[in-house]
């Protein structure tokens, strides 16, 4: 059984582009979650999606937005990119993302560093 | 509020000695789960133990085992017979009930050296 795949793995951008990062979840988790671990922040959530919708969502300004498609596989983007941007980013999945789920996977990450 | 809270920014073991990482957590949900997760330098977040606040006993998997005193909101880890590989940052994490889905919060970490 596949694991949570992340691509791509690294990303330079330049302040002021868009940057899409992917993540396919492991076969039969409909929920993806979105994280950014920073040195100074630590892992903040951004948002979560389940059959499509998202259904939860972090305190990230709109530059930070998302969207899953029917295979569940779920892509985030963030436009106008700033310094501050540069994390690594991680997604989580599961089978439903309720309380009760004991489930949650994370890929390998993606780590953008904006110059 | 949730939170959650990793009071130990390092710690040091020495190899095959058992260590024990400390987390408390802060809900008034009282449907929860407590995740603990490994992140090597590689920066992957390798999913180790699961505990739900309904079960009953202390969950375990192989080496590690969660210490889980409910009245106290704690949820340590206890890593036996330490190995040099689990030198890494250890994070404890939180899922609620309601409408945070599958939302996670997570401490700031503990990382953790394994001394030969």
């Known amino acids: 059984k596949a694991g949570v795949t992340q691509t791509p793995r690294y990303l330079i951008k330049t302040r002021g582009q868009q940057v899409t990062l992917s993540c396919s979840p492991i076969s039969g988790h409909r929920s993806v979650s979105w994280y950014q671990q920073t040195p100074g922040q630590g892992l903040q959530f951004l948002f979560e999606y389940f059959s499509e919708t998202q259904r939860n969502k972090g305190n990230f300004p709109g530059r930070f937005s998302g969207r899953q498609f029917s295979n569940s596989r779920s892509e985030m983007n963030v436009s106008t990119l700033e310094l501050g941007d540069s994390a690594l980013y991680l997604c989580?999945?599961?089978?439903?993302?309720?309380?009760?789920?004991?489930?949650?996977?994370f890929g390998q990450g993606t780590r953008l560093t904006v110059v | 509020a949730q939170k959650i809270t990793q009071t130990q920014p390092g710690m040091f073991v020495q190899e095959k000695e058992a260590v024990t990482l400390d987390c408390t957590y802060d809900t008034s949900d009282p449907s929860y789960g407590l995740f603990w997760y490994k992140q090597p330098s590689s920066g992957e977040m390798i999913f180790l133990i699961y505990q739900g606040s309904y079960d009953q006993q202390n969950a375990t998997e192989g080496r590690y085992s969660l210490n889980f005193q409910k009245a106290r909101k704690s949820a340590n880890l206890v890593i036996s017979a330490s190995q040099l590989g689990d030198s890494a940052m250890y994070f404890c994490a939180m899922r609620q009930g309601g409408t945070s889905y599958g939302k996670l919060t997570f401490g700031q970490g503990t990382i953790l050296t394994v001394h030969p």
């Open positions: 989580a999945t599961s089978t439903g993302g309720t309380v009760q789920n004991t489930e949650a996977f």
